[in-house]
C-alpha cells in the first residue's frame, strides 16, 4: 500500500514539473516573439532615417532659395516698418 502511495506522488510531481516547465518554455517563446518583432520595428525605422534626413535636407534648401528670393526684394533697413 505504501509503494502505491508513493508511486502516486512521483507521478504527481513529475506531470506538476512538466506542466511547469512547458509553461515556462510558452513564456520564454512569446518574450523572444515579442522580443523579435520590437527589433524589426527598429530596423525599419533606421532604414526610414536616411530617407527623412535627405527630404529635411531637401526641404531646407528650398526654404533657404525662398528665404533668399524675399530678402532681396526689399530695400534694406525697412523690415517691420510700416506695422
Given at each position: 500500500m505504501?509503494?502505491?502511495?508513493?508511486l502516486v506522488v512521483l507521478i504527481a510531481l513529475v506531470a506538476f514539473g512538466a506542466s511547469g516547465f512547458n509553461r515556462l518554455r510558452?513564456?520564454?517563446i512569446s518574450a523572444?516573439?515579442?522580443l523579435?518583432?520590437?527589433?524589426v520595428q527598429l530596423t525599419r525605422r533606421a532604414d526610414l532615417l536616411p530617407n527623412l534626413v535627405e527630404?529635411?535636407?531637401g526641404y531646407a534648401g528650398h526654404e533657404g532659395g525662398a528665404?533668399?528670393?524675399r530678402a532681396?526684394?526689399?530695400p534694406?533697413?525697412?523690415c517691420g516698418e510700416g506695422r
Open positions: 505504501i509503494y502505491v502511495i508513493i510558452r513564456a520564454d523572444q516573439e515579442a523579435g518583432g520590437i527589433d527630404t529635411v535636407k528665404r533668399g528670393d532681396g526684394s526689399h534694406p533697413g525697412r
